[in-house]
């Protein structure tokens, strides 16, 4: 966690420095990274960045964790669009979030930069997806679905997490236009909640 003394900083200043960090996290893996180009960036001596940080890991953790809020903020903005409903949360996470990365591109670039040039890391080591799909699961409404155990519940929640995320990759990576992207998430939403909602009968 950054020190009382980048938090003291001015907005601007803080800002400016982790543009930087986030400007060199984006174009190079996490192992080539250099503290001096970062303070060359931000403009700042290299004694003031250990003051603000203990050191490259550091730094990085903090960034990452900024994208953290994003994403859990729009998770849990998608939960209250539908109601608390679980299994309606892919396309609604979906809009949200394709409005957002379009009014925010250039930050979006550089957070898809940070992902690709990290891709050899451990995806918890990047995003704490798990945590949030807890999250969800603790606050969504489960009425109806209340036959999924524990484990079923956690499933059907990767799954629509997964189907969101790639509906909107396919987007970004222009494999198909954002109508289809979405058309085809909302078959695959449709026949996940038939899964989850189907309650096998005791047999005789």
Known sequence: MPTSTFFNLPPPKREKLLHAAIVEFARRPYGEVSINR??????????????YFADKTDLFRYVLRGYDNMLETAIMKSLEACGGRPLEIPLALYDLVLDYIRENWAQFELFM????????MDAG???????????????ADWRGLEHLEADERLAVMDLLFSAAGHALMAVFC???????????LAIKTAV?????RYKEEPSC
């Open 38 to 51: 970062i303070i060359q960036g931000a403009e700042i001596p290299r004694g003031s960045f250990y003051q």
């Open 113 to 120: 930069g940070i992902l690709q040039k990290n891709m050899g």
């Open 125 to 139: 080591q990047l995003l704490s997806l798990p945590e949030m799909v807890l999250k969800v699961i603790n606050q």
């Open 174 to 184: 222009e494999k198909l236009s954002s109508e289809e992207s979405r058309r085809r």
């Open 192 to 196: 996940i909640q038939r899964g989850a």
